[in-house]
């Protein structure tokens, strides 16, 4: 559950998952994210004071975050430059021709950008949309497969941009995933589809939950680290 509160005329947006322990936890993750691990029956505005009374370090905190810049990862587009699909490096070859509006294609392990103009923003522009189709269709497989094992199929799934989340559950029953996976190794996008689909019957993140995630992946704490500490690195 999505909350914010006003601190020293800064706004804090934080995450609440509600788990079977009995002591209140905050956490920073990269790349600015709050997340407050609070017992089943805390109240919300009992949180809401926790994380008031944290205020000061929660923006220290998220300032240090703010300092792994995010930009060092960016690209610049620039031919052998490696791009990440699937978990793996492959090389971007410049295809120079007249194109205004540039292209992008992957043949062969290599990814090539057809393009006439050299813009960093046209370049990454065309490459996200290329990121975005690979991820729905790669998503869409994935939530077939994982939806017959658990028993619950979405009403929807699709990728979307998701600047701090990496899937999301509606109460619809919709699921959104942020087309970045597409450059995650497969058994991370795994894990982030289990995830999701095991919210439409669990939508807290009790231990019900996790037992749920860890019936279809027995090894989803490791998956989950591997994001945690490589989420960054899935941008372009």
Same mark, same amino acid.
């Given at each position: 559950? =999505?909350?914010?509160?006003?601190?020293?005329?800064?706004?804090?947006?934080?995450?609440?998952?509600?788990?079977?322990?009995?002591?209140?936890?905050?956490? =920073?993750?990269?790349?600015?994210?709050?997340?407050?691990?609070?017992?089943?029956?805390?109240?919300?505005?009992?949180?809401?004071?926790?994380?008031?009374?944290?205020?000061? +370090?929660?923006?220290?905190?998220?300032?240090?975050?703010?300092?792994?810049?995010?930009?060092?990862?960016?690209?610049?587009?620039?031919?052998?430059?490696?791009?990440?699909?699937?978990?793996?490096?492959?090389?971007?070859?410049?295809?120079?021709?007249?194109?205004?509006?540039?292209?992008?294609?992957?043949?062969?392990?290599?990814?090539?950008?057809?393009?006439?103009?050299?813009?960093?923003?046209?370049?990454?522009?065309?490459?996200?949309?290329?990121?975005?189709?690979?991820?729905?269709?790669?998503?869409?497989?994935?939530?077939?497969?994982?939806?017959?094992?658990?028993?619950?199929?979405?009403?929807?799934?699709?990728?979307?941009?998701?600047?701090?989340?990496?899937?999301?559950?509606?109460?619809?029953?919709?699921?959104?995933?942020? +087309?970045?996976?597409?450059?995650?190794?497969?058994?991370?996008?795994?894990?982030?589809?289990?995830?999701?689909?095991?919210?439409? =019957?669990?939508?807290?993140?009790?231990?019900?939950? +996790?037992?749920?995630?860890?019936?279809?992946?027995?090894?989803?704490?490791?998956?989950?680290? +591997?994001?945690?500490?490589?989420?960054?690195?899935?941008?372009?």
């Amino acid at each position: 559950m =999505i909350s914010s509160l006003e601190y020293d005329d800064n706004m804090i947006e934080f995450d609440i998952q509600y788990r079977d322990r009995r002591t209140m936890a905050i956490h =920073i993750r990269p790349p600015g994210t709050v997340l407050v691990y609070a017992p089943i029956d805390s109240d919300e505005e009992m949180i809401r004071e926790r994380v008031r009374s944290k205020g000061r +370090w929660i923006l220290k905190k998220l300032s240090e975050v703010s300092r792994l810049d995010p930009r060092k990862y960016k690209k610049v587009f620039a031919d052998g430059e490696p791009f990440l699909f699937l978990g793996k490096n492959h090389k971007l070859r410049i295809v120079k021709n007249g194109r205004k509006i540039p292209r992008v294609f992957f043949k062969e392990g290599v990814f090539y950008l057809e393009t006439g103009v050299y813009e960093t923003g046209r370049l990454r522009k065309a490459m996200e949309k290329w990121y975005r189709k690979k991820a729905g269709s790669i998503i869409d497989d994935r939530v077939e497969v994982y939806a017959k094992k658990i028993g619950r199929s979405p009403r929807s799934a699709k990728a979307k941009e998701q600047k701090r989340r990496w899937g999301s559950c509606t109460l619809r029953g919709d699921l959104y995933f942020n +087309w970045r996976l597409a450059m995650a190794p497969p058994g991370i996008i795994d894990y982030v589809v289990v995830h999701e689909l095991c919210h439409l =019957i669990h939508a807290d993140h009790s231990r019900r939950f +996790w037992e749920r995630v860890g019936s279809i992946l027995p090894d989803y704490r490791k998956r989950k680290k +591997w994001l945690r500490e490589n989420g960054l690195r899935l941008d372009i």
